[in-house]
């Protein structure tokens, strides 16, 4: 079955970073997209970054601070993430939409904060 498991968050003094990663099982992973999403108290899931056959995507909230890669040969898929701000802080996860499923890891908690 899909397993997704995201590791590398913590807590992180404004302007750090942190590297995310998100170690996927039980597809072929180097033939579907991967995203990373975060969920921040009392908002919706909003998509953080997407790695596709195409390209990859960023929203514009974190462009120019945050690259995602992939490691095919490990299947993982990486959020490495610059110059963080308090409004980075969220509960971040990594997602995949294999044939009609959608699925999502558990979740790694990223606080920044002095």
């Known amino acids: 079955q899909v397993q997704l498991v995201e590791s590398g968050g913590g807590l992180v003094q404004p302007g750090g970073s942190l590297r995310l990663s998100c170690a996927a099982s039980?597809?072929?992973?180097?033939?579907?997209?991967m995203s990373w999403y975060r969920q921040a108290p009392g908002k919706e899931r909003e998509l953080v970054a997407a790695i596709t056959s195409t390209g990859i995507t960023y929203s514009a909230s974190v462009k120019g601070r945050f690259a995602i890669s992939r490691d095919n040969a490990k299947n993982t898929v990486y959020l490495q993430m610059n110059s963080l701000k308090p409004e980075d802080t969220a509960v971040y996860y990594c997602?995949?939409?294999?044939?009609?499923?959608?699925?999502w890891g558990q979740g790694t908690q990223v606080t920044v904060s002095s």
């Open positions: 997602n995949a939409r294999v044939g009609l499923g959608l699925y």
């Open positions: 039980g597809f072929p992973f180097s033939m579907y997209a």
